[in-house]
């Protein structure tokens, strides 16, 4: 069984979230912003990357929502999904810089928007993410840990 690690942003503007939609699988699907940490890469720094990268928006990090656990059935490939939150005024122009070129376009939607995506969403890690986000789930992103092994 392969094991990933992926980091995914929840952005909020009011009553819209910025989603990206991309090109998965052979198909149209959509997500938070995210991806795969990379090597040497701390969590937070793989958050802020994958923003940037599939939005073009820099955006300061203070807050996670949760870490989740889940094995995809199509493949049984087992995920660690840490998800950070961050709170805009007004949803913000975005400009993907994506290198893999998967991102077809961003967009601010509404919670009952994205969930009548059904099987377009990415995961159900998706929908669970929204609703612990809503719930009022956080913590501070202090509370991740990088621990350099000694020279």
């Known amino acids: 069984m392969s094991h990933a690690v992926t980091l995914a942003v929840i952005v909020r503007a009011g009553d819209r979230f910025l989603m990206v939609e991309e090109w998965q699988q052979g198909r149209v699907m959509f997500n938070q912003p995210a991806g795969h940490l990379e090597p040497g890469e701390t969590l937070l720094d793989g958050a802020r990357r994958e923003l940037l990268e599939e939005t073009g928006l820099a955006l300061p990090i203070l807050q996670a929502v949760a870490v989740y656990q889940y094995q995809a059935p199509d493949n049984g490939k087992h995920f660690v999904r840490f998800t950070f ?52 789930e956080r913590f501070p992103v202090t509370a991740l840990k990088s621990v350099k092994p000694p020279l």
């Open 85 to 136: 939150c961050v709170e805009v005024s007004a949803p913000l122009a975005t400009h993907p810089q994506d290198p893999d070129g998967d991102i077809i376009r961003c967009h601010w939607l509404t919670l009952a928007e994205i969930e009548a995506m059904g099987e377009q969403l990415r995961s159900p890690l998706v929908l669970a993410s929204f609703r612990d986000y809503l719930a009022g």
